[in-house]
């Protein structure tokens, strides 16, 4: 199995980034995806979710309204589209597929500063 992220960089605050994560290795529509993140010193924290069929989805209370969790089962990809970056948004981006056994990418930096 194997999760590679892309799309990190660095942002001014305000400024967009989006993110996409491609899966291989498994059956990518069994499994709930997740995006992570950690910054420096501070614990891995949950981003955003959605169900297996991208019905359903869930954000952090710092994200909400600003960042857009996406999938496309076809592409075995999950997207998340960052708006009105902030320089709290700094941080490692980690995505995650959760069945039964739970899969983390590598993950890619997210810098926003001016």
């Known amino acids: 199995v194997q999760l590679v992220e892309s799309g990190g960089g660095l942002v001014q605050p305000g400024g967009s980034l989006r993110l996409s994560c491609v899966g291989s290795g498994l059956i990518f529509t069994r499994y709930k995806l997740r995006w992570y993140r950690q910054a420096p010193g501070k614990e891995r924290e949950l981003v955003a979710a959605?169900?297996?069929?991208?019905?359903?989805?869930q954000y952090s209370d710092s994200v909400k309204g600003r960042f857009t969790i996406s999938r496309d089962n076809a592409k075995n990809t999950v997207d998340l589209q960052m708006n009105r970056l902030k320089p709290e948004d700094t941080a490692v981006y980690f995505c995650?597929?959760?069945?039964?056994?739970?899969?983390w990418g590598q993950g890619t930096q997210v810098t926003v500063s001016s």
């Open positions: 959605i169900s297996s069929a991208g019905g359903d989805t």
């Open positions: 995650n597929a959760f069945l039964v056994n739970s899969y």
